[in-house]
C-alpha cells in the first residue's frame, strides 16, 4: 500500500527529530513523516555519546560552527526547561599539566572569549579548590558548560510531533529503496511505500549509503569512529565534580580521555 506524506526524513535520531520539530512548527500544514530502522527512538550515536551541552569554546570564530553551537545551546537548555527534561550545568575543566599544554590552553581561552563563552583561566591553586583530585599547573573554567539526557530530549520531539496531528513515526522500517516517480519520491522500506515531496537524510553514519541508495554521489565518505565511555560508582561520584577535559592534542582527533561527574 502506498502511503503519502509531504516531508519524509530518514533517521530517528536528534538530528531526523529536530529537523522535523522545526518543519512542523514553520509549516504546519504539511504531513511529516519519520523513518528509522531501529524499533526505538535514538538507539544509535544519539543515545551513546556523552551527553554534553558543549559551549563552543573549541570553534573558530565567526564560523557556522561556532554559532550554531551557541545558539543551539541555549535552544536546548530552553526546551528542557519548558517540557521538564533532566539537564545541568555542572561547568567544565579544561586542565594543562605541562609547559606545552599551558600555550595551547591560552589559545583555547582566546577562542572562547571570541565567542561569547563565560570562562576564565584558573591557577593550579584554584582548580584543586573546584575539583581536588584533578592535578593540573592552569585550567579553563568554563562554568555554563554542562551535561543533557538526549534519549530524553528524542522521545519528547517524538511525542510532541505525534500528538493531536498527521505526522506519524514508522519504527523497525530498513530503507531499501529510493526512487523518482512523476509524483515525488517514493521511498520503499521493509515494510511501508512512502510517496513524498521532500526527502530529507538524517541517517548519520549510515548518511552516504543512503545517498548513493537515492542516485547521487555523497560528497564525502563517513569513517566511523568508536569512543567509549565509563560511568563512576555511586561511591566514586565525589572524585569528581565537574567535566573534566584534558587539553587537545592537535596530534590526534580526539581527546585521550574525558571524565564526568554523573551517570
Not at 505526522?167 to 521511498?187: A, R
Request: proline content about 5%.
Amino acid at each position: 500500500m502506498m502511503i503519502r506524506a509531504d516531508i519524509c526524513i530518514i533517521g530517528g535520531g536528534i538530528v531526523g527529530l529536530a529537523t522535523a520539530y522545526r518543519f512542523s512548527k514553520k509549516f504546519p500544514e504539511k504531513t511529516i513523516f519519520i523513518i528509522e530502522k531501529e524499533n526505538r527512538l535514538a538507539a544509535h550515536q544519539t543515545g551513546r555519546n556523552s551527553g554534553v551541552l558543549h559551549s563552543g569554546i573549541y570553534y573558530k570564530p565567526g564560523s557556522l560552527k561556532a554559532k550554531n553551537c551557541r545558539l543551539g545551546k541555549k535552544a536546548m537548555e530552553q526546551f528542557c526547561g519548558e517540557h521538564g527534561i533532566d539537564y545541568e550545568l555542572c561547568g567544565k575543566v579544561i586542565v594543562a599539566t605541562n609547559k606545552g599544554e599551558t600555550e595551547r590552553l591560552g589559545a583555547i581561552f582566546e577562542r572562547g572569549k571570541a565567542n561569547g563563552v563565560n570562562c576564565e583561566i584558573i591557577s593550579g591553586e584554584r582548580l584543586r579548590e573546584i575539583e581536588p583530585h584533578a592535578a593540573g599547573l592552569e585550567a579553563i573554567h568554563v562554568p555554563e558548560c554542562g551535561i543533557v539526557n538526549y534519549e530524553q530530549v528524542c522521545q519528547k520531539l517524538g511525542e510532541l510531533l505525534t500528538k493531536g496531528s498527521s505526522h506519524q513515526i514508522h519504527l523497525g522500517e530498513k530503507v531499501l529503496e529510493i526512487e523518482s516517480s512523476k509524483d515525488g519520491l517514493i521511498v520503499q522500506t521493509t515494510e511501508l511505500s512512502i510517496c513524498c515531496q521532500r526527502l530529507i537524510n538524517c541517517a548519520g553514519l549510515h548518511s552516504d549509503r543512503l545517498t548513493k541508495l537515492g542516485g547521487q554521489t555523497p560528497e564525502a565518505k563517513i569513517i566511523p569512529f568508536k569512543g567509549e565511555y565509563y560511568f563512576l560508582s555511586k561511591d566514586a561520584e565525589k572524585f569528581c565534580n565537574h567535566l573534566i577535559y584534558p587539553v587537545p592534542d592537535p596530534k590526534f582527533p580526539f581527546p585521550r580521555s574525558t571524565f564526568y561527574p554523573h551517570d
